[in-house]
T-cell receptor
Framework: EAGVTQFPSHSVIEKGQTVTLRCDPISGHDNLYWYRRVMGKEIKFLLH????????ESGMPNNRFLAERTGGTYSTLKVQPAELEDSGVYFC?????????????FGPGTRLTVT | GDSVTQMEGPVTLSEEAFLTINCTYT??????LFWYVQYPGEGLQLLLK?????DKGSNKGFEATYRKETTSFHLEKGSVQVSDSAVYFC????????????FGTGTLLAVQP
């Protein structure tokens, strides 16, 4: 069974540009989460989808970030326009109610560098 | 709000040394506690978990005990290997409807042969 995949693995953009990150969860997982780790600090929750609906978006930093999950499969996270402080590693995770304790399975992350 | 505090790294040990990475938490209610590990170039992997007080999670020789009285979940291993070199994250999931994980800052462990 394929794990959570993320694309791209690394992105370098200039301030003011737009970047779109993609996450493909484990097949059949209804829950999809985005997290971010900035500058070696803690990993912070951004938002949670249940299928195509946003269950919790309390961690989204501002309206420059837009997450979508059309059709309840893969998800995209768009940053527009990017700022320097958006640099970090963006992790995606998925889970299914059937997995024990709602265990979240993480992807390898996308390293975003804004210059 | 809920939070996790873990010891800062890097932690550098020789092979076969004893490892402790401290983790304490602040939470309302009865959280579940986790240790995740990130090996170089890979994603986060669940290492072990405990869902209630006095539970001991264990995996791959690592152990952690959920201590409600001290609000701690320290990670231990009796004899580390070079292959254990990674970043270790302590995390909690609050009780209730939310599924989000709250992480500590991560501790880099480097094991030298």
């Amino acid at each position: 069974e394929a794990g959570v995949t993320q694309f791209p693995s690394h992105s370098v953009i200039e301030k003011g540009q737009t970047v779109t990150l993609r996450c493909d969860p484990i097949s059949g997982h209804d829950n999809l989460y985005w997290y971010r780790r900035v500058m070696g600090k803690e990993i912070k929750f951004l938002l949670h989808f249940v299928k195509e609906s946003k269950q919790d978006e309390s961690g989204m930093p501002n309206n420059r970030f837009l997450a979508e999950r059309t059709g309840g499969t893969y998800s995209t996270l768009k940053v527009q326009p990017a700022e320097l402080e958006d640099s970090g590693v963006y992790f995606c995770a998925s889970s299914h109610p059937g997995t024990s304790g709602y265990e979240q399975y993480f992807g390898p992350g996308t390293r975003l560098t804004v210059t | 709000g809920d939070s996790v505090t873990q010891m800062e790294g890097p932690v550098t040990l020789s092979e076969e040394a004893f490892l402790t990475i401290n983790c304490t938490y602040t939470a309302t209610g009865y959280p579940s506690l986790f240790w995740y590990v990130q090996y170089p170039g890979e994603g986060l992997q669940l290492l072990l978990k405990a869902t209630k007080a006095d539970d001991k999670g264990s995996n791959k020789g690592f152990e952690a005990t959920y201590r409600k009285e001290t609000t701690s979940f320290h990670l231990e291993k009796g004899s580390v290997q070079v292959s254990d070199s990674a970043v270790y994250f302590c995390a909690l999931k609050s009780g209730g409807a939310t599924n989000k994980l709250i992480f500590g800052t991560g501790t880099l462990l480097a094991v030298q042969p």
